[in-house]
């Protein structure tokens, strides 16, 4: 196969699973989800000869270096208007959330929300995009034992962020239930 046909092969066959990927980190920013897709897929094109033939994880790398130029220009556009005076509080447009707002499971995504982005990153690959730790060491640009130490240590924050938002006792890392032991009468 030529480069030419590796790419669109990879496109017809990652190219809903890069668009969740992207949209998932935007929370639903539809016209940066094209813009973002758009570029990663541009990339993969001047770059076909680099393809590998697990391209999923390599796209994603890419996806997630154009997020981060994405983010950085939302960044510099919300600072402007900001700095023009057109933001929403100046004109006295507030949206309060009533008291039944809550979504299902909120909660995770507020405990995810306190971590670092590095943190959030590796658990969201796992969780959201399914992928494995070689899958998620190319992702991140790390070798395995990297990926994998980057994942225990982000799980164990989200762990105690979940433990903090909780008024009850932490949940025992490892508990199982098991029948009280016997003594033997002897």
Same mark, same amino acid.
């Given at each position: 196969?030529?480069?030419?046909?590796?790419?669109?092969?990879?496109?017809?066959?990652?190219?809903?699973?890069?668009?969740?990927?992207?949209?998932?980190?935007?929370?639903?920013?539809?016209?940066?989800?094209?813009?973002?897709?758009?570029?990663?897929?541009?990339?993969?094109?001047?770059?076909?000869? #680099?393809?590998? !033939?697990?391209? &999923?994880?390599?796209?994603?790398?890419? =996806?997630?270096?154009? %997020?981060?130029? +994405?983010? @950085?220009?939302?960044?510099?556009?919300?600072?402007?208007?900001?700095?023009?005076?057109?933001?929403?509080?100046?004109?006295?447009?507030?949206?309060?959330?009533?008291?039944?707002?809550?979504?299902?499971?909120?909660?995770?995504?507020?405990?995810?929300?306190?971590?670092?982005?590095?943190?959030?990153?590796?658990?969201?690959?796992?969780?959201?995009?399914?992928?494995?730790? #070689?899958?998620? !060491?190319?992702? &991140?640009?790390?070798?395995?034992?990297? =990926?994998?130490?980057? %994942?225990?240590? +982000?799980? @164990?924050?989200?762990?105690?962020?979940?433990?903090?938002?909780?008024?009850?006792?932490?949940?025992?890392?490892?508990?199982?239930?098991?029948?009280?032991?016997?003594?033997?009468?002897?």
């Amino acid at each position: 196969m030529s480069n030419d046909e590796i790419f669109a092969a990879a496109y017809r066959e990652h190219y809903w699973a890069v668009s969740r990927y992207v949209a998932r980190r935007l929370d639903g920013r539809a016209g940066d989800v094209e813009e973002v897709v758009a570029e990663v897929f541009m990339v993969a094109w001047r770059r076909r000869a #680099d393809l590998p !033939a697990a391209a &999923l994880p390599w796209l994603y790398g890419v =996806a997630r270096n154009c %997020l981060a130029n +994405a983010v @950085r220009g939302h960044g510099r556009r919300r600072r402007l208007v900001d700095r023009l005076g057109n933001d929403h509080t100046a004109h006295g447009r507030h949206i309060a959330a009533g008291p039944d707002a809550d979504t299902p499971g909120g909660w995770v995504h507020e405990a995810l929300a306190r971590l670092s982005a590095a943190d959030q990153e590796v658990l969201r690959l796992t969780a959201w995009e399914q992928l494995g730790i #070689d899958e998620v !060491a190319v992702v &991140l640009g790390c070798g395995n034992r990297a =990926a994998s130490m980057r %994942l225990h240590r +982000a799980r @164990r924050r989200l762990r105690a962020e979940i433990d903090r938002m909780r008024p009850g006792p932490p949940i025992a890392e490892h508990s199982c239930m098991t029948a009280p032991k016997e003594h033997g009468h002897g």
